[in-house]
């Protein structure tokens, strides 16, 4: 089995940073890619930033110039560094990651169960 456990979320002020960690575990033979998603009360979710094997990121246009997506292939970590945080960034940030769990080419997304992230104003 493979899990994700997100840590880092917290309450900010508007202008503060954060970081967000998460780490995958379990039967892991390799992570394509990895990423973050926040949904906010009464919104669907969406996607913040993705980070290949590669080291090739994409971010949402929201969080340009303001968030940095990171990884270390050697943990199976991935990380959002969050800063001058804006009241609308305050959603659950889930961390998602597209993982072989086996030599077999098969792929699976995975997800975690979400890190609190509120900014006040």
Known sequence: QVQ??????????????LRLSCAASGSIFSIKVMAWYRQAPGKQRELVA???IGGSTNY???VKGRFT?????????VHLQMNSLRPEDTAVYYCNANI??????????????????????
């Open 50 to 52: 993705t980070i290949t």
């Open 69 to 77: 997506i990171s990884r270390d292939n050697a943990e199976n970590t």
């Open 60 to 62: 949402a246009d929201s």
């Open 100 to 121: 072989r769990p086996t030599p077999d080419w098969i792929w699976y997304d995975y997800w975690g169960r979400g890190t609190q992230v509120t900014v006040s104003s």
């Open 4 to 17: 994700l456990v997100e840590s880092g979320g917290g309450l900010v002020q508007a202008g503060g940073s």
